[in-house]
Structures are given as C-alpha cells and as structure tokens.
C-alpha cells in the first residue's frame, strides 16, 4: 500500500499546471509511467489518486448493486469529472479548469498527502478548515479512535 506523506504549499501557472514537488515524486516512482487520476473531494477540494489505487476504488464501485438508485447516484457523484493526468517535460500536471472551478483553486494551492491519496485545496479553504480545528481534538480522537481495543489488533 502506497503511504504517501506531507503537506505542500504550490502555485498554479496560468494555464493551470501544477508543479509537482520534487520530494512528493519520490514518494510516486512510477508515476511518470502509470499516471495519476484527478477526481472532485466530497467537500470542496480535489483529490488526486495514482492510478493503481483509482483502479481500485473503480473495481470496488463495479461490485456495487447498479440497480439500487441511491447507489448509481453515488457513483455518477464521485466519479464526475475523474480526469487521468500525465507529467510533463517539466514534471507539472494540467488539472482540468471545470474541476478548479468546482474547487475554487485559483492561484495558490496546498497538496495534503493522506495515506494513499493527496487532497488539492485552495490555500485559503485549506487554511480556513485548519483553523476550525475542533476545541477538543483529544475528544475527537477518542470518539473516533477510542472504540478500537489495541491489544486485540495486535492479538495480545
């Protein structure tokens, strides 16, 4: 499983190309070889997926049951607009101009690197959702966390 790690502050050119940072390709070797997949967030942001893992989502949306509505409403939302992305000479990624839209990316960007995938925000989003970091993360970490017995993980 790819575990991909940082947070980086980037800029758009004005066609849209994105740099990709140089320590974010090295943690992507064969990126320039299987490409990389660009889809919408379910908030306001992008996400982009190396192909390989996108390959996976798809395979297990495909197991999904087609004929239940709520379920082909699902899949048409999450993969509108999934655009594959190659590098460049210059190691930058054109990202599509309907998906910044629908991001509100404009100009100065941040790439946040989650476990196998890397959220694209608009600086100022990004920035906005940190700062309403919860009063009590401690809380937070509980309820989300909490409920999982360490030893029976480790089987001790």
């Given at each position: 499983?790819?575990?991909?790690?940082?947070?980086?502050?980037?800029?758009?050119?004005?066609?849209?190309?994105?740099?990709?940072?140089?320590?974010?390709?090295?943690?992507?070797?064969?990126?320039?070889?299987?490409?990389?997949?660009?889809?919408?967030?379910?908030?306001?942001?992008?996400?982009?997926?190396?192909?390989?893992?996108?390959?996976?989502?798809?395979?297990?949306?495909?197991?999904?049951?087609?004929?239940?509505?709520?379920?082909?409403?699902?899949?048409?939302?999450?993969?509108?607009?999934?655009?594959?992305?190659?590098?460049?000479?210059?190691?930058?990624?054109?990202?599509?101009?309907?998906?910044?839209?629908?991001?509100?990316?404009?100009?100065?960007?941040?790439?946040?690197?989650?476990?196998?995938?890397?959220?694209?925000?608009?600086?100022?989003?990004?920035?906005?959702?940190?700062?309403n970091e919860p009063e009590n993360f401690a809380n937070l970490a509980e309820e989300v966390m909490g409920g999982k017995d360490r030893r029976d993980e480790d089987g001790k």
């Amino acid at each position: 499983m790819i575990q991909l790690l940082g947070e980086f502050d980037c800029k758009l050119d004005a066609k849209g190309r994105l740099m990709v940072p140089s320590s974010l390709k090295k943690q992507l070797p064969s990126i320039e070889q299987e490409g990389l997949v660009i889809n919408r967030g379910f908030e306001k942001h992008l996400v982009i997926y190396p192909k390989k893992v996108w390959e996976g989502i798809v395979a297990e949306l495909s197991k999904l049951n087609q004929y239940e509505k709520k379920t082909r409403e699902f899949i048409r939302f999450f993969t509108r607009g999934a655009t594959e992305l190659s590098l460049d000479a210059s190691g930058r990624v054109l990202l599509p101009k309907s998906l910044l839209e629908f991001a509100g990316i404009n100009g100065d960007v941040v790439l946040a690197c989650q476990f196998d995938k890397i959220e694209v925000w608009s600086k100022a989003a990004y920035d906005n959702l940190l700062d309403n970091e919860p009063e009590n993360f401690a809380n937070l970490a509980e309820e989300v966390m909490g409920g999982k017995d360490r030893r029976d993980e480790d089987g001790k």
